[in-house]
Nanobody, 116 residues
Framework: QVQLVESGGGLVQPGGSLRLSCAAS????????MRWYRQAPGKERELVAT????????AYADSVKGRFTISRDNAKNTVYLQMNSLKSEDTAVYYC?????????WGQGTQVTVSS
């Protein structure tokens, strides 16, 4: 069982930056692939970024490639999402997700609003 708690969301102007954190408790964090999803009002949940269990490989949605960076610190049981050059279309609730085989866990989400 893994519990996930996101933090770091908020209101930021276009072009600004935010860093989201997802702290995990429970056992086996380092064995899980970690992902960030987002869901904007009226839209389906979208996979934003993925990082493998050891952190050796990452992948991004085309919409955020070159602007967002996912990373993890297995010693701190935490995964991060650095978001730069934010746009209004990045406004959404961002969710942390842990995946290992058939086991999948979600955080409660953190709101990111990009507006002037």
């Amino acid at each position: 069982q893994v519990q996930l708690v996101e933090s770091g969301g908020g209101l930021v102007q276009p072009g600004g930056s935010l860093r989201l954190s997802c702290a995990a408790s429970g056992s086996g964090f380092s064995s899980y692939a970690m992902r960030w999803y987002r869901q904007a009002p009226g839209k389906e949940r979208e996979l934003v970024a993925t990082i493998t269990s050891a952190g050796g490989s990452t992948a991004y949605a085309d919409s955020v490639k070159g602007r967002f960076t996912i990373s993890r610190d297995n010693a701190k049981n935490t995964v991060y999402l650095q978001m730069n050059s934010l746009k209004s279309e990045d406004t959404a609730v961002y969710y942390c997700n842990a995946l290992r085989n058939m086991y999948e866990y979600w955080g409660q989400g953190t709101q990111v609003t990009v507006s002037s």
